[in-house]
């Protein structure tokens, strides 16, 4: 018997280990490798390659879902079914499989679920399809397969897998590097991949016994969710925005913790197929070309007496002379300089902008919005300067500001402007002014993006001064972040 195959994609996490270029609205599955394609990208084409795949669900925080519909759209040429399960808070993995099961086995419980990460980066690809194939027929046999890393290196940072051919002797916590490296010696030993193949029935029954009140709290929660399903770019969609209220009281708990490491039933998959979480920027730096000196370069980089280091930079030149063994990375709103040896330890400074309110710890200057993107270029007290982008046939709310007036000066494509009561169309080096309580909105009815200077004045700036009146999105007459 050969059942359905739908991957599901886990997208989620803050990526604090790679600030930076990951913020909790930019996290680790959007970064870019030095292919273009993002982390992301390769795990939707990594599962929606395999055979006979038909649907790829994610499941994502709520505030990514434009971000992801661009990112997979870019890359869907072959128009698979794409289902997204919005979360409107994190509650770790054991909500996520379980939120997938749930709504898989309404449709068909002996669906087999592959639970993938979309933060990892698999770079055998034969290899990877050939252990899928091993999951599938354990899974088959109503096994819960977990996919084990062949190790090597001692590694504190994974957890590992005690194993005998396909059997879980136990699951091991991150060791100590002592610990670790009896383990990888000993060859009984595989890192714990955090990826999955089960039936949507068999994961299901696990979860009632061993975690009840996360499965009954994320059926709770579906019951009252909102469910929105078409078509749209050539593909059918599936949309389950989650119940924030009910899916506030789901416990938070990782999906090995809560039934990998209990179950009688677990089974593991030992797989060689280059494999990594890209869990530090050590890790990212060692991917793609490196010059004879051994550093690795992204962006417009000049060295003098360099060895060792990994540099990138988004739009600045950046010069380095007789540093060895750093990263460097430079964005246009923060810079980080570490030591390679201690790279895991970004994440302390990423927690200190959070705690602190800081907003480079949450956004880049560039934001994605349903409708396309805005830049913030400058900000001082009492003006701020962006650039905005409205895609083809997009259209911002119809909305007022209290505090700020807008000038706008189009720089490329034909906008289409309501101000007050008048409706005009601007063009290339056209503007409009804004005042301050005027109704406003702004369309692309075009064929190509709208790009635009935004320049807002007033006494105050901040992004909750706005009213909206009318909203495709359907946040009228509510105030939040971004236009």
């Known amino acids: 018997m050969n059942s359905t195959l739908i991957p599901v994609i886990l997208c989620g996490g803050a990526g604090s280990r790679l600030w930076p270029l990951s913020r909790e609205l930019h996290p680790k599955p959007f970064i870019r490798m030095p292919d273009g394609q993002s982390l992301l990208q390769k795990a939707f084409l990594r599962a929606s390659g395999l055979n006979g795949i ?27 079914a794409i289902s997204l399960i919005l979360e409107p808070i994190a509650r770790n993995t054991a909500a996520a499989v379980a939120s997938a099961a749930l709504l898989v086995a309404k449709t068909d419980p002996q669906a087999l679920l592959l639970v993938l990460a979309a933060d990892h980066l698999i770079e055998n690809k034969e290899a990877f399809e050939e252990a899928v194939g091993q999951a599938k027929k354990l899974a088959e046999q109503d096994r819960l397969v977990t996919f084990g890393i062949k190790p090597d290196q ?6 590992y897998i005690e194993y005998k051919g396909n059997e879980v002797i136990r699951f091991v916590e991150k060791p100590n590097l002592a610990d670790a490296i009896t383990f990888v010696e000993s060859g009984r030993f595989l890192w714990n991949s955090g990826m999955f193949c089960f039936k949507a029935k068999t994961v299901l029954d ?23 399903q078409g078509k749209t770019h050539g593909h059918e969609f599936f949309h389950c925005e989650l119940d924030a209220a009910h899916f ?51 962006g417009e980089v000049i060295l003098h007496d360099v060895q060792g280091c990994y540099i990138h930079s988004d739009s600045r030149l950046v010069g380095a002379v007789g540093v060895e063994n750093l990263v460097i990375i430079d964005t246009p709103d923060a810079l980080l300089v570490a030591h390679k040896d201690r790279s895991q330890e970004v994440k302390h400074l990423f927690k200190q902008l959070k705690s602190s309110g800081h907003e480079a710890h949450r956004l880049h200057r560039t934001v994605h919005r349903p409708w396309g993107t805005y830049t913030v270029l400058e900000e001082h007290a009492d003006f701020k300067i962006k650039r905005i982008v409205v895609k083809p046939g997009a259209t911002l709310s119809l909305q007022m500001h209290h505090h700020r007036s807008e000038h706008w000066v189009v720089v490329s494509g034909m906008a289409k402007v309501t101000n007050g009561e008048k ?51 359907g946040r009228a007459e509510t105030k939040i972040f971004n236009a």
Not at 223 to 228: D, P, Q, R, T
């Open 54 to 80: 038909e649907q790829v669900i994610t499941v994502t925080n709520r505030d990514l879902v434009f971000k992801i519909e661009d990112e997979l759209n870019e890359v869907n040429d072959e128009k698979r």
């Open 154 to 159: 001692p590694e504190t940072g994974y957890g």
């Open 206 to 228: 696990e979860l009632n016994k061993y975690a009840p009140e996360i499965l009954a709290t994320v059926k709770s929660t579906i019951e009252h969710s909102k469910i929105a």
């Open 248 to 298: 506030a009281h789901v416990p938070e708990e990782s999906f090995d913790y809560a039934v990998m490491e209990q179950t009688k039933n677990a089974a593991v998959v030992p797989s060689d197929i280059g494999w990594s979480d890209i869990g530090s920027w050590q890790a990212l730096g060692a991917i793609g070309k490196h010059d004879v000196h051994g550093n690795r370069l992204d």
């Open 423 to 473: 409706e005009i169309l601007l063009a290339a080096n056209e503007s409009t002014y804004i005042p301050a309580g005027q109704n406003h909105r702004l369309a692309n009815p075009g064929m190509i993006d709208v790009v635009l200077i935004e320049v807002q004045t007033g006494q105050y700036l901040g992004e909750d001064d706005i009213v909206r009146i009318e909203d495709v999105y």
